[in-house]
């Protein structure tokens, strides 16, 4: 069995996320070509790199990320920091070889992302981005029922992405809150919306900050401006016409989690909730809707699990959560790396979201549509 050694660089939230699908891959695939196990765990001070370490059995902690990039026996670069410490990390990896796993956005901002555009030539390694709501069972199938045609041309739509973390006018000001809910949030959204619909043709957004001045996080007393916005929704019109709304926000009270959308269509119509995992909602406009409503209506279909193999554990048919869509999209990454092919979503993707994140922000400054 080939082993992968992996470094970690950032093990916050994240890192623990990307370490867990490392660690429990082997039970959920079964397959005996390839094994990922992380040697290296990263983060800005000593002592929180050798807890983690010590946490996962990793051999090394350490402070900076080049000992991890430049090291000739990672394979693997698995970025896990805030946004703005992206960059040098990607650059790094890629001018030594190194196959590249990287938390969304792929950077801070467009110049950094065109920058590593212009290196991709020369880069011959395996990348991805997380964006691992592509890969839960019922996107999947989404994806393949749009695909087949079996709800024709795409008439209109809705993704959107839903958190109220900022709705708290005493939440301090960290970097996640700085960084903005288009980087956050609307990285995933748009991606997703992007991968099910293909390519936008214009947009027209607006944006809004909830409160001009929050606390400081060292020093609540102290007010600092904020300068990012909360939330944001953006018109979007495809190539044949169509409109739709992309929305995220930080500010939508009463929500927990809510990733979802709706696509209608010619011949029918898709739709996938917030908080129901499971189940992607399918409407055949082909029904027979006589006598009295005949077979006409939504229909639920049990995605649960139903991966396909070397996936099998726990069952097809047992609920999912929110750690499986990030365990499929690392295995997803690794039997790319494993099979030399990349199968995306690739850094190329992650230039494409910040250039159309870029493209919101432009067009929410103007009040106007921008072509894309």
Known sequence: MKTYKVGIIGFGFIGKVHAYGHLNIPLFYEQQEFQSRITHICTSKLETARKGADQIGAEHAVTDFREITENPDIDIVDICTPNHLHFDAVISAMQHGKHIYCDKPLTSTLDDA?????????????????????????????????????????????????HSGNADPKAPLKWKLEAGTIADLGSHIIDLMNYLLGDFSELMASTHIAYPERPCPVNPGKKLKVTAEDNMIALVRLPNGACGTIAASKIATGVEDGFSFEIHGSRGALRWEPMNLDKLFFYDCSAASAPLGGIRGWTAI???QRYDKPAGFPTPKAPIGWLRGHMHCLYTFLDSVHKRKAAGPTLEQGIKIQKIMETVKESAAKHCWIEL
């Open 114 to 162: 065109l920058k590593i555009q212009e290196k991709l030539q020369d880069y011959r390694g395996i990348s991805q981005m997380t964006l691992q709501n592509r890969f839960f069972p019922a996107v999947m199938r989404a994806k393949q029922l749009i695909d087949a045609g079996a709800i024709g041309e795409v008439l209109e739509f809705r993704g959107q992405y839903l």
């Open 302 to 304: 049990d995605c649960g």
